[in-house]
């Protein structure tokens, strides 16, 4: 007899709806008090988090279904799921808060019917993205709340509103933390940020150059930290060198004060630095409409730029960068 009343399985909407229903006790109950019943509690949650991991991605055994999928991401944007997601994660033991992380990153990627209905969500609460950034300046969250922020910004209303949230500009500060990993997290959603939607960073850039390349130039070009430079050096190559970006390169390079960082970077011990900055001078050199002020720099330092560019090798051939040095050399010795 006891074969016929087996629980009928749970459907991965189900799942879901345990989950939301879970996280909502856990949110109304403030105090940590480690009653049994909140232990079992927390323990269901755990399991029920582990489940939408495991129906999302699969496991050693089975690949994800792609209908339990759709369920499951429907039923997760009906609800309000993502924000006591994002809401409970601090008081998930660690376990936890790295399968809910995978679990948030996911979603941002599912369709149901060739539509992704996270970004619709998403654009109807931007508020969450401020809850994720300030994420950053709590060392326990910051990489869990820094990954699901990375996910949430490959939609393109998502990106536009941090680009022009005042929150910004803390990833100046963000970049440059004393903890490493934050540092490097922070770093690597500030370049996916400038980089990823091409029409909306031109538009971010256009309206917001003078404060932005202040801050850029001082904070991270000129920072004392030698991972700062470098990264920022390369970033800011493959902003300039974007075709997108045209407008904003002409009037980078038509600046005084940003040629005499280059140039300074040019100068630099680390050979990394060295062909990074190299790139982004050869700008300043190949402009054919250099602003009187930036032709004196040239003419006044010709000697010594085209001594610094006669000595300077990279370590493995490369015909581009050798036709680029011989170009920018030309381009000096014609002033």
């Known amino acids: 007899m006891k074969g016929l009343f087996k629980p009928k399985p749970r459907t991965p909407a189900d799942v879901v709806r345990q989950t939301r229903d879970l996280l909502l006790l856990i949110d109304r109950n403030p105090e940590a008090r480690e009653s049994k019943r909140e232990e079992k509690q927390m323990s269901e949650l755990f399991k029920n988090i582990r489940e939408l991991k495991q129906i999302l991605y699969g496991n050693s055994e089975s690949e994800p279904v792609a209908e339990a999928c759709a369920q499951l991401t429907q039923e997760f ?145 000129e920072s004392s930290n030698y991972i700062t430079r470098r990264q920022a050096v390369k970033l800011l190559g493959d902003i300039l060198l974007d075709r997108s970006n045209s407008a904003v390169m002409t009037r980078y390079v038509s600046s005084r004060d940003n040629l005499r960082i280059l140039m300074n970077l040019l100068r630099e011990s680390s050979k990394s630095i060295q062909i990074e900055a190299f790139h982004v001078f050869k700008l300043f050199a190949a402009n054919q409409h250099k602003p009187a002020d930036i032709v004196s720099i040239f003419v006044a330092n010709k000697s010594k730029m085209l001594r610094l560019l006669e000595d300077f090798k990279i370590d493995k051939e490369d015909e581009q960068f050798e036709a680029d040095k011989a170009q920018v050399m030309k381009e000096i010795e014609a002033l």
């Not at 005042?166 to 997290?185: E, G, S």
């Open 77 to 221: 944007f009906k609800g309000d799921t993502l924000r006591l997601f994002i809401k409970c994660l601090p008081k998930l033991n660690l376990e936890a808060r790295k399968d809910a992380t995978q679990v948030v990153a996911n979603l941002q990627r599912q369709q149901v019917q060739s539509k992704l209905i996270a970004s619709d969500y998403l654009e109807k609460n931007l508020d969450l993205m401020d809850v994720l950034i300030v994420g950053y300046e709590n060392t326990d969250m910051a990489l869990h709340y820094g990954a699901m922020l990375r996910e949430c910004i490959r939609h393109q209303i998502v990106a536009k509103y941090v680009l022009n949230s005042p929150q910004m500009k803390n990833f100046f500060d963000y970049i440059q933390l004393p903890n490493f990993d934050v540092a490097a997290d922070a770093a690597a959603t500030f370049k996916e940020l400038l980089t990823r939607h091409k029409s909306t960073v031109a538009e971010f850039l256009s309206k917001n150059y003078e404060w932005f390349f202040a801050e850029y130039n001082t904070k991270l070009l």
